[in-house]
T-cell receptor
């Protein structure tokens, strides 16, 4: 079946380096993608989103890239800080845009080394 | 704004007991939903509501009931708790359940253990 998934279960980076978290999606009909961050003991927190009519979107220290050709989504975090340590989820939804159709990946842990 | 508030934060139940997980939001969001999060399973949708008086089933609705009598509140009821319902439960809301500009806002979860 079709699903949203992440390539790596854990990612360890040095403080100050850039982080890249990857996500593959298999439903070519998906047109809206979201990244969430979940810190220990807390609920997921919205980071950034992107529509399928865009290839790139930037926020504060974060950039999301969408490659529709290979159905790949990535989250780039610049100058990674200890506070960035968390589990990161990608999510996708279909053109209906219904949040009830949102599909979440299983998550990847980002660990920042001091 | 407090955002999405869930109570209690922790709960232990015995098999067969019932309880209600509370969720309230103060952002005037129309859409509210309940997810459960289990290791290796990701977030799975239990029930959702697109507005007061309207509820619908998600991916894993069995064993749970919901109601939406007001815009602010969306309680989740476990009718007869089972060990398989041991999980972390998240309530989430968004301005609209439709459309691509309504990211979900999550509460901090209720950690439920059923023995």
């Amino acid at each position: 079946g079709e699903s949203v998934g992440l390539h790596l279960p854990t990612l360890s980076v040095q403080e100050g380096d850039n982080s890249i978290i990857n996500c593959a999606y298999s439903n070519s009909a998906s047109d809206y993608f979201i990244w969430y961050k979940q810190e220990s003991g807390k609920g997921p927190q919205f980071i950034i989103d992107i529509r399928s009519n865009m290839d790139k979107r930037q926020g504060q220290r974060v950039t999301v890239l969408l490659n529709k050709t290979v159905k790949h989504l990535s989250l780039q975090i610049a100058a990674t800080q200890p506070g960035d340590s968390a589990v990161y989820f990608c999510a996708e939804t279909l053109p209906s845009g219904a949040n009830s159709k949102l599909t979440f990946g299983k998550g990847i842990t980002l660990s920042v080394r001091p | 704004n407090a955002g999405v508030t869930q109570t209690p934060k922790f709960q232990v139940l015995k098999t067969g007991q019932s309880m209600t997980l509370q969720c309230a939001q103060d952002m005037n969001h129309e859409y509210m939903s309940w997810y459960r999060q289990d290791p290796g399973m990701g977030l799975r949708l239990i029930h959702y509501s697109v507005g007061a008086g309207i509820t619908d089933q998600g991916e894993v609705p069995n064993g749970y009931n919901v109601s939406r009598s007001t815009t602010e509140d969306f309680p989740l009821r476990l009718l007869s708790a089972a060990p398989s319902q041991t999980s972390v439960y998240f309530c989430a809301s968004s301005y609209s359940g439709q459309g691509n500009n309504s990211p979900l806002h999550f509460g901090n979860g209720t950690r439920l253990t059923v023995t």
